[in-house]
């Protein structure tokens, strides 16, 4: 069968490339975009050799080139700007391609979305697929508008979270792994050339890559906002005096938590479980410098007998609760199950509770295993259910008695990065410690 019309669901960078190579081949194609107005947000991006070819070939590389920066080299730098190596980066595109680009998303998306409609697909802004009906020789599309039409070959390009895999059966959703980034476009240093990179201890980047003329971006990728908000909400919801501590989960993230609670309050101890009894170990091989009573425990029930704070931060992908019970009188803080298919608190745990405080309430309520999980079983937790924020500014009360369970839920927000690393900032800067970095950022708005 020959293909004559295509459907392209999505006008990103996948949707856009291909509808044009396609209509370049003399297939008539129709675009549909759900975002009502078509073009790139103002961050910046790297485009390398590979993509400078693709987008060669459906020619648009002239036009994204006119307001791009070129370069074919990498450096990376210690965190006080010392340089480890300057690398040639590879010509992935081949020799007669520079290596790297750096350009606006929005100049990028420009480019291809004049490109696409001067090629002469047919685009559809504001609009997406209702219905897939595939029979022999067609499959037929419903779209939101409540208009149909009949295609050759429909192409799902609609991004990490495609609604088109769901409709065909594919029930694959991203995991997050618990990085996370931030895009500046600032003023472009004259002594910027190329891709920087800077490394700070074993887990911590940020880095500039030249975008224009007068701009670059600066991207710092950090971990630290979950640990430094479930401090603050233990430290706002638990009884006061020192706290006995459980923890199940051994990783960064319960260790970071350890760290940063320390930080607030006095614990009185910690006990950690994790189903392997090195990770244990090495929980508390790691944390020996707080100079805690630091203990293991073979079981999770072990682990927070007897708690005041009970911290769960263990991915839990098999769909099994790592908590079942909690201690009567604690506070219960819940940070491994940020998506619908993870678990972390049994049904009966946010039954007992007294009080959920999230600090995303609609993404928690109505986005993770444990709340889904106790609606499907008849636990309404809607009454009970308020955000940090609310609790922190005192608008709402939290803990009401010696006795009540509280639940602290939390799957993050940006928000939350963007406060600790300006307090971070400013606290650096109040202490005179860090470097100044050989560059000096001034952000635009674009
Ligand atoms: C912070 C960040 C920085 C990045 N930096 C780089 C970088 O420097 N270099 C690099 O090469 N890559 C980078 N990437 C990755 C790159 O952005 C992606 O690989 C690329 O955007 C994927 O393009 P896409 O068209 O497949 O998807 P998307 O860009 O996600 O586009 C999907 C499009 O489909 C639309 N859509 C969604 N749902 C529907 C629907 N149901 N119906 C119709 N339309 C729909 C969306 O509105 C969107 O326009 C970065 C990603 C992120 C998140």
Known sequence: MSVRKVLVVGGGITGSVLSLALAQRGVEVDLVEIAPAWSGVGHGITIQGNALKALRSVGVLDRILEHAVTFDLVRMRRADGELIAEIEAAHTGGADLPSTAGALRSDLQNALC???YAQGVTVHLGVSVQRLEQSADTTRVTFTDGTTGHYDLVVGADGTNSQMR?????DARPKPVGMSIFRVVAARPPELDCSELYYGGPRYKA????????QCYAFPITRFRTAATSALAADALS?????RVGVIGSGFEAQNH???LAALRELSSVTVFSPNPASRARFTERLADLGLPLGTAESAAAAVEGADLVLCAARSWDEQPTLREAPAGSTVASIGSALPEQRELGVE????ADLIVADMVDEVAHDTGD?????ASGVDCSDKIVSLADVVS???????GPDSLVVYKSVGSVVQELAVASMCAWRAGELSLGTTLPVTLSPVAK
């Open 207 to 214: 880095g500039y890559t030249p975008i224009a003329a007068d």
């Open 114 to 116: 004049e490109a696409v």
């Open 258 to 260: 350890v760290r940063a």
């Open 166 to 170: 769901s409709m065909i059966g594919i």
């Open 394 to 400: 005192g608008r709402v009360a939290g803990r009401s």
């Open 371 to 375: 709340l889904l999980a106790a609606e």
């Open 349 to 352: 745990v946010l039954a007992r």
């Open 239 to 243: 009884p006061a005096g020192p706290l």
